[in-house]
């Protein structure tokens, strides 16, 4: 306030009508097409409504079927075949080829995942159209196509795979045995009952806890090799109960195994 110049007042917003007060109105959006409608309130609540309904009947159908839980595990149960969840299986899928598993286990589990994934990410990069028909983008329409595909496909290969694996264990579907003849009399046969080969390949070498033993394309000296290193994720090394001399006289008489017929 200055001498002669009067009083002036100034009012404070926030004791001001509210009624007097400018309303928000969204921006104008008329100069996009198909971009009309405001973000809030208006796009908002209708994503909010449709996500409410999924979430709803994904409840609903929670409730109606809930998901099959297995019985506790028993580690003494072998013939169990565990697998990872569903969204994994396309992954778990892969690993049972033999250019992905093995010694090449490193391009199942990295190499081709990665460059499936990092393709992907390099779509947007790759395609800067502003069409939004998959007709007219079709570098990431295929992309999106043949990933789908292949997680379907692979999917389905593994959860048919594992259905047919744990049939056979639970002897469901028995595969054919081949059939052998050999001398029980003979010495390779004597060496083969003492050594208690017998519990786990079978009496006529037709195979049980161990795989069978007919027609094996192994050498007499990979046999030796094998009875005293094993096989990974197979048979155990250090089980043959003879002497070395025995033992070779049995790989001799192995690699004489040959299926009827041939």
Not at 74 to 98: C, G, H, R
Not at 193 to 215: D, M, R, T
Request: hydrophobic share 40%.
């Amino acid at each position: 306030m200055h001498r002669g110049k009067g009083m002036k007042f100034v009012g404070d917003s926030r004791v001001t009508d509210p009624a007097s007060r400018p309303k928000k109105m969204p921006k104008d959006y008329s100069e996009y097409p198909g971009k009309t409608e405001a973000f809030w309130p208006d796009f908002l609540l209708k994503e909010w409504l449709v996500g409410a309904v999924f979430l709803v009947g994904y409840l609903v159908l929670t409730v109606a079927h809930p998901s099959p839980l297995e019985r506790p595990a028993d580690p003494s149960d072998t013939a169990y075949i565990p697998m990872p969840d569903w969204y994994f299986l396309f992954l778990y899928q892969l690993l049972k080829y033999e250019f992905a598993s093995g010694p090449y286990n490193v391009i199942g589990s990295i190499i081709i995942p990665g460059l499936a994934f990092g393709a992907l990410l390099l779509v947007p990069f790759l395609d800067t159209s502003k069409e939004r028909s998959p007709w007219k983008r079709p570098l990431p329409t295929g992309f999106m196509l043949l990933a789908l595909a292949a997680m379907i496909f692979l999917t389905w290969e593994s959860v048919a795979n594992h259905d047919w694996v744990a049939a056979k264990a639970q002897g469901e579907i028995k595969a054919p045995v081949a059939k052998v003849e050999f001398d029980e009399s003979s010495e390779g046969y004597q060496i083969y009952a003492k050594a208690s080969c017998i519990s786990c390949h079978g009496n006529a070498f037709e195979g049980g806890i161990g795989k069978p033993l007919i027609g094996l394309k192994y050498t007499a000296d990979e046999i030796v090799n094998i009875a005293h290193e094993g096989l990974p994720g197979g048979m155990p090394g250090g089980t043959f109960q003879g002497t070395d001399e025995e033992l070779h006289k049995l790989a001799e008489f192995i690699t004489t195994l040959q299926p009827e017929g041939k």
